[in-house]
């Protein structure tokens, strides 16, 4: 069974860098997509970025050219390398994963998802 478990997240400054990870606890190396999202009370779930197995990417218009998915599948670890954040970036960061048989992105309905954890962004 797939368990996920985010890390990383904090408070900073806008204009600072952060590093969210995602470990797959199950060790079930069963998930061929993996995604991360993000939430703020009363607005509905975004995706920010995801990855395929093949190494193909997607990225939200927002984060593109500040933000970096990557997957280490020898650790289980996802990563979501975050540059030049700004306060609109503050919300719950979930990570989720899943297989699927066709290609990867943010509209997969993925079926495993972590607890998140909380970025703060202050101007």
């Known amino acids: 069974q797939v368990q996920l478990m985010e890390s990383g997240g904090g408070s900073v400054q806008a204009g600072g860098s952060l590093t969210l990870s995602c470990v797959d606890t199950g060790h079930t190396h069963s998930s061929n997509c993996m995604a991360w999202f993000r939430q703020t009370p009363g607005k509905e779930r975004e995706g920010v970025a995801a990855?395929?197995?093949?190494?193909?990417?997607d990225y939200a218009d927002s984060v593109k050219d500040r933000f970096t998915i990557s997957w280490d599948k020898p650790k289980n670890t996802l990563y979501l390398q975050m540059n030049s954040l700004e306060p609109d970036d503050t919300a719950m960061y979930y990570c989720?994963?899943?297989?699927?048989?066709?290609?990867?992105?943010?509209?997969?309905?993925?079926?495993?998802w972590g607890q998140g954890t909380q970025v703060s962004v202050s101007s």
């Open positions: 990855i395929g197995g093949g190494g193909n990417i």
């Open positions: 989720a994963a899943d297989f699927v048989l066709g290609g990867c992105s943010m509209a997969v309905k993925f079926g495993d």
